[in-house]
């Protein structure tokens, strides 16, 4: 059941791109993406619902499809502020659990 | 606005001792409330989720368990730890779903730290 992210890790320099996958086994209902910065909780940058929307954070944005059951984060001209382990929480049925995928770590140096 | 109390911050306990994380929420009612649990450099793992008093569901088979004595108030709690039971403990909330499609964003407390000795 838990979501697959890929990649595991990333390493960039700043303004440099970056993509992160997120992709299920299971029918998605949402997506929500979240980022944690070491030794801090998770927290929440967006969510996305049925309908292949795009949603955007600053210049985080994320797209949803639902019929590959895949979602993907954009991280365009990253920030050193950016780094930080980035977790998918996918939405079952029944709208009360999310369950995360294993998180991409995302590195940023000048 | 909502606000998350999560405490301690920091636990050292030794092993077969007990245990007892406590989460509150201030500022909305009747919210979902998370126990997440992450060990070291790894995911999040759902251990309990509740969307209301007394209403609670196990998600892994362990020595922890849970209550909601209050509407806004989660306990997490063992009788005996083990040191598998280290971690990173998150309490989490989210408002009330507005439809099975959809799940509310989680909002996370600190998080408490637990070293089982």
């Known amino acids: 059941q838990q979501p697959v992210q890929s990649p595991q890790a990333v390493i960039l320099r700043e303004g440099e791109d970056a993509v992160i996958n997120c992709s299920s086994s299971k029918a998605l209902y949402s997506v929500h993406w979240y980022r944690q910065k070491h030794g801090e909780a998770p927290v929440f940058l967006m969510i996305?619902?049925?309908?292949?929307e795009q949603k955007g954070h600053e210049k985080i944005s994320a797209s949803f499809n639902e019929k590959k059951q895949q979602s993907s984060l954009y991280l365009t001209a990253s920030q050193l502020s950016y780094s930080g382990t980035y977790f998918c929480?996918?939405?079952?049925?029944?709208?009360?659990?999310?369950?995360f995928g294993a998180g991409t770590r995302l590195f940023v140096k000048a | 606005s909502q606000t998350i109390h999560q405490w301690p911050a920091t636990l050292v306990q030794p092993v077969g001792s007990p245990l007892s994380l406590e989460c509150t929420v201030e500022g909305t009612s009747n919210p979902n409330l998370y126990w997440y649990r992450q060990a070291a450099g790894r995911g999040l793992q759902l251990l309990f989720y509740s969307i209301g008093i007394d209403q609670i569901s196990s998600e892994v088979p362990q020595n922890l368990s849970a209550s909601r004595p209050q509407d806004r108030q989660f306990i997490l709690s063992s009788k005996k730890l083990l040191l598998s039971d280290s971690g990173f403990y998150l309490c989490?909330?989210?408002?009330?779903?507005?439809?099975?499609?959809?799940?509310?964003?989680?909002?996370f407390g600190n998080g408490t730290r637990l070293t089982v000795t």
């Open positions: 929480g996918t939405s079952l049925l029944g709208g009360f659990k999310t369950i």
């Open positions: 989490a909330w989210s408002a009330f779903p507005i439809s099975t499609d959809y799940n509310s964003p989680l909002h």
């Open positions: 996305l619902l049925k309908g292949g």
